[in-house]
């Protein structure tokens, strides 16, 4: 079993992709994300998986909260945007803040503000764990953008 198994064989699990983001030092970060997940509902807990490479974890750590956007299925270049590393993500992207100061994407299908209450190693990774502060379903009618095998694609009803 080498890497090239691994990600070929989870690959085949269908993700929505989010965006995580957290506000520090008067500037905004985030990063793109397959791994979030709903852990508990009492209390209200979701958790995020960075990787220890990730260059924006760290701030989102050190800002206390994060914010996980679920990406809408238009929102492809937002998710391409928010996949690089070391470039302004936010330059020319619309965004309010939430109530941890974290930004809201404009346009996403929902959004889910929390305090990092925990943080467990992993691996390569760790597991983040967020008590939701604020919700909100910002697109009723809204699809979400699917990941799959490597791939992009959207949702349809059977
Ligand atoms: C669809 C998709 C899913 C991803 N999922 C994760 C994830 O769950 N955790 C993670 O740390 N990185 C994930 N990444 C990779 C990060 O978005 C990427 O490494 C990014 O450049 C990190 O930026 P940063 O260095 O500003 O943190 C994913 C990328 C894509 C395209």
């Known amino acids: 079993m080498d890497d090239r198994d691994i990600r070929n064989t989870l690959g085949n699990f269908c993700t929505g ?19 979030f997940l709903s852990l508990s509902l009492d209390p209200a807990l979701v ?4 990787a220890k490479t990730s260059t924006s974890w760290p701030l989102l750590r050190e800002s206390g909260s994060f914010c996980i956007n679920i990406l809408s299925s238009h ?20 965004w309010q803040s939430g109530v941890t100061g974290s930004p809201v994407l404009a346009d996403v299908l929902a959004y889910i503000d929390c305090e990092l209450v925990a943080e467990h190693d992993a691996g390569d990774h760790t597991i983040a764990v ?6 909100k379903v910002c697109k009723s009618e809204g699809l979400p953008l699917l990941f799959f095998k490597g791939a992009y694609g959207a949702f349809s009803v059977s």
């Open 130 to 135: 967020g008590h939701i502060k604020e919700l």
């Open 75 to 94: 929102q492809k270049p937002v998710c391409d945007r928010f996949a690089q590393s070391g470039v302004d993500k936010f330059e020319g992207l619309e």
């Open 47 to 50: 958790g995020l998986s960075p």
């Open 17 to 35: 992709v989010v965006i995580a983001t957290g506000f520090v030092d008067g500037k905004p970060a985030g990063f793109a994300a397959q791994s």
